[in-house]
């Protein structure tokens, strides 16, 4: 019986690829093991190997193809004896494709992204969604954001890049002004990044600036934070913030503290830097937010952007900042693309929110990948009269809650939304502020959509029921609206 | 740091390992034995006084004083050169001054003072200098040895020149991140001198008790990290070796480790009442080891430097200190706006 193979994932967060090259031709004979084409992402690059005895009746995506999504077919298997032509004709019975179970990742469906496709309320609740192949969003690119903000000329040139590579630019730009700024951390260099946010750097700026450190949380960030006190700007990159549990006595006693308790003379210009929060599948110990974590420690700032554009200009701005700073980053994020301003060192303050999509009815305040749940119930509360604001924080500490305040005068309502744990979260923050701040402005109860109170669980319909959703959020202000 | 100790069985004195001097001790000019001798007993009567300050209630928090370890950063500081960092753990008051920090800003942090080198938000575990290059002062026993990692790795990346000089306890010893940055040091050739002051306790558990390997000089034989045991009681043999290790360091063949065999004759801070070692094995050590002594009877009897010359270095010491805790008790309390300085420097535009 033919059997497809179907485009496989080089991690749970793939969305699509670039079908290389075919190793095998039409009519080859196949054996288990053998290597039929080679497939490749902006991060990395993966062989395809059969897992059947048969031959390759037909390729049904060329060499070179681009933005081949995950789980389409790609070619037909014949049994051996079997006729080729026909089973080529018939296709195949969708049987899992050829990725090998040696450690190479599933290519089950991408939950997350599908999680972040969905539309329907309904879906995000029973979770038994989750066997349907994905929606399949192309690479996500979103609109320019919203002129209310004027933080770069409204006339300029502006190119589409993905988070990763503007955080990429970001530092690159910083260490060409900057001899004193270095990047350190686990696979930055010769690897090019475990996420490719480093590519290319080693080559540009050499081992003495881009430096691979052994998988020594605790040491290297100790050692970064030594560095910044005689006077250099590392860039410290977590490989995930969940291992920088290992060194969080460093970044909070040593690089937080110290300014304080040397009464002003010894500052630590140093910057944290990795994704935060959960991906996709990857269990308890890889999915936390520390958000709300490092945005209770005085002595720190802290930075979750959206866009790629604030990922560039504020990861600039983090660099050149005097200060320790945490800079949160989202892995689901990094694929995804915006417009970014082609300027001259575009460079973005430090502290501010943006408000991403105005409207009158109702404040949704989030930040980091929390905005994609805001955004789509904006746009599903839209189709039925509900106008709501939109903010993104962007910078957790310290906190523009003057932004938010001016909005909720406005709309007197508010949700707050966040990936991260409910007790003492950000969105609690917002609420403490707000009954100071604009109590008498609010016409209802601030509502929080959180993340769940429970260790990330791995079972893909568990993990989407942990995680906030869109209907969460259309439910949330709909609530506050009285509606 | 600092809890009182629980009071644990007084381990026998006979169990402690003996002190044995270094069998070929380099010699002293009069004028080494001289300097070393004044900045030693500066340490000792500064340590007393805050000892007494503390008793007074003048001091709080926690105290770790550095008595009877003098002749270690002493020795240490003899051998390096202007522009070399220092760090150290908790018990640091020692360190500042060999640093040549100003006793009246050390003694003025402990009573908490604006005129504190913290401005009186450190306190006795965290003061610094830039101008001294003396990095602290840290609370968390083993952060320093990496952070002390990181001066050398700036040291490194800048092509100063400069040596590290990273100071832990037996204790700190023994924590996961010493190895860490004895690994990373000695991957990378970090111009760093650890130096493990070994003075029996960390706490109020002797070194048997919570090591399993009490050589420490041995500790970084792993990553390929030469070590010696030193006599750190006395302060030719500490400069001796210090002098080898910086050379080490400086000539790019990486770190080195120090083993400053030394004893603290007070508690592990005030409220130990140390019960973990018997009053003879104190005795033994300051009648017959004491580092101040030592050089005290080297400069009467062999250099034969006069009785009253000696006097007039106690005396003036007696008076530097005695300045220092007059400022430190006058001086003012920092003012209330303080409390919301220091926390973040402003960015520049």
């Not at chain 1, 496709?117 to 690479?139: C, F, H, I, Y």
């Not at chain 2, 030719?236 to 400053?260: D, F, K, Q, W």
Request: hydrophobic content about 40%.
């Amino acid at each position: 019986m033919a059997t497809d193979i179907l485009m496989p994932a080089l991690s749970p967060t793939m969305e699509e690829g670039k079908l290389a090259k075919w190793l095998k031709k039409e009519g080859d004979p196949v054996k288990a093991g053998d290597v039929l084409a080679e497939i490749e992402t902006d991060k990395a690059t993966m062989e395809v190997e059969a897992i059947d005895e048969g031959i390759l009746a037909k390729i049904l995506v060329a060499d070179g193809t681009e933005n081949v999504a995950v789980n389409t077919p790609i070619a037909i298997i014949a049994e051996e004896g079997e006729d080729v032509s026909a089973a080529a004709a018939s296709g195949g019975k969708g049987k899992p494709n050829g990725a090998s179970d040696g450690g190479a990742p599933a290519p089950t469906p991408d939950m997350q992204a599908e999680g972040m496709a969905e539309k329907s309320a309904a879906t995000a609740k029973t979770g038994d969604d989750a066997q349907k192949a994905p929606a399949s969003p192309a690479v996500i690119t979103n609109k320019a954001p919203d002129p209310v903000m004027e933080e770069f000329p409204a006339d300029s040139p502006m190119k589409t890049m993905t988070v990763r590579e503007a955080l990429r630019d970001a530092m690159a730009e910083e260490m060409r002004k900057d001899d004193k700024v270095l990047v350190m951390g686990e696979e930055v260099a010769e690897y090019q990044g475990a996420y490719k946010i480093t590519q290319g750097l080693l080559q540009e700026f050499g081992a003495r600036r881009v430096v691979d450190t052994p998988i020594t949380e605790h040491g290297f960030a100790g050692i970064g934070v030594g560095a910044a006190f005689m006077g250099l700007k590392p860039i410290v990159e977590f490989m995930t913030f969940n291992f920088a549990m290992q060194a969080i006595d460093h970044i909070i006693n040593s690089a937080a503290k110290t300014l304080y308790m040397s009464g002003g003379q010894l500052g630590c210009p140093i910057v944290f830097r990795g994704p935060n929060g959960a991906a996709a599948r990857v269990g308890a110990q890889h999915s936390h937010d520390y958000a709300a974590w490092y945005s209770n420690v005085p002595g720190l700032k802290v930075i979750a952007p959206y866009t790629a554009s604030d990922a560039k200009g504020l990861l600039k701005a983090a660099i050149r900042d005097p200060n320790p700073v945490i800079f949160l980053e989202n892995e689901i994020l990094y694929g995804q693309s915006f417009p970014v301003p082609e300027i001259e060192d575009f460079v973005l303050p430090i502290g501010k929110a943006r408000i991403h999509r105005p409207g009158k009815d109702v404040t949704i305040v989030s930040f980091s990948i929390g905005m994609t749940y805001a955004l789509k119930a904006a746009q599903a509360l839209a189709e039925e009269g509900i106008e709501a604001e939109v903010i993104d924080l962007r910078t957790i500490r310290p906190m523009d809650s003057a932004t938010v305040v001016e909005s909720v005068k406005k709309t007197g309502r508010c949700v707050c939304v966040e990936e991260g744990f409910p007790q003492s979260g950000v969105g609690a923050e917002i609420v403490a502020r707000l009954m100071v701040d604009a109590f008498d402005y609010l016409d209802a109860p601030v509502l929080r959509v959180t993340g769940k109170d429970v260790p990330m669980p791995y079972a893909a319909n568990l993990e989407k029921l942990a995680l906030p959703s869109v209907a969460e959020v259309v439910e949330a202000v709909k609530s506050v609206c009285y509606k | 740091m600092g809890a009182a100790s629980e009071a644990g069985k007084p381990a026998a004195g006979t169990d402690a390992p003996q002190h044995r001097p270094a069998p070929n001790i380099p010699q002293f000019t009069k004028d080494e034995d001289l300097h070393a001798y004044r900045e030693m007993l500066l340490i000792r009567r500064f340590e007393e006084k805050a000892g007494q300050l503390y008793g007074m209630g003048l001091i709080g928090g926690f105290c770790h004083l550095y008595i009877g370890q003098e002749a270690v950063v002493v020795g240490m500081q003899m051998a390096g050169e202007d522009g070399d960092q220092n760090i150290t753990g908790y018990r640091d008051h020692g360190h500042m001054l060999a640093c040549g920090m100003d006793p009246k800003g050390v003694m003025a942090e402990l009573t908490g003072r604006r005129g504190g080198y913290s401005r009186g938000k450190g306190g006795s575990m965290h003061m610094f200098s830039r101008e001294k290059q003396f990095f602290g002062g840290h609370g968390i026993v083993g952060a320093q040895v990496a952070l002390g990692t990181g001066l050398a790795f700036a040291d490194a990346y800048l092509k100063n020149g400069k040596v590290s000089f990273t100071y832990m306890g037996d204790g700190a010893a023994n924590q996961g991140q010493v190895y860490e940055s004895f690994n990373m040091a000695a991957l990378w050739k970090l111009p760093v001198v650890y130096v493990i002051e070994n003075n029996r306790y960390a706490m109020g558990t002797s070194v048997a008790r919570a090591s399993a390997q009490t050589d420490f000089s041995k500790r970084g034989l792993s990553f390929g990290i030469p070590g010696e045991q030193v006599d750190g009681m006395d302060v030719r043999t500490v400069r001796e070796a210090a002098a080898r290790a910086i050379n080490h360091a400086r000539s790019g063949e990486g770190p080195y480790i120090l083993e400053m065999q030394t004893y603290r004759y007070r508690g592990h801070s005030m409220s130990d009442p140390a019960k973990y070692r018997s009053k003879d094995e104190v005795s033994k050590m300051r009648d017959e080891h004491d580092p101040i002594e030592m050089v005290r009877k080297r400069l009467l009897e062999a250099h034969g430097v006069p009785e009253a010359e000696l006097k007039s270095v106690d005396a003036k010491v007696r008076e530097i200190v005695n300045e220092s805790a007059d400022f430190a008790t006058h001086d003012p309390e920092p003012d209330p706006s303080e409390l919301w300085t220091d926390i973040l420097l402003e960015a520049r535009a």
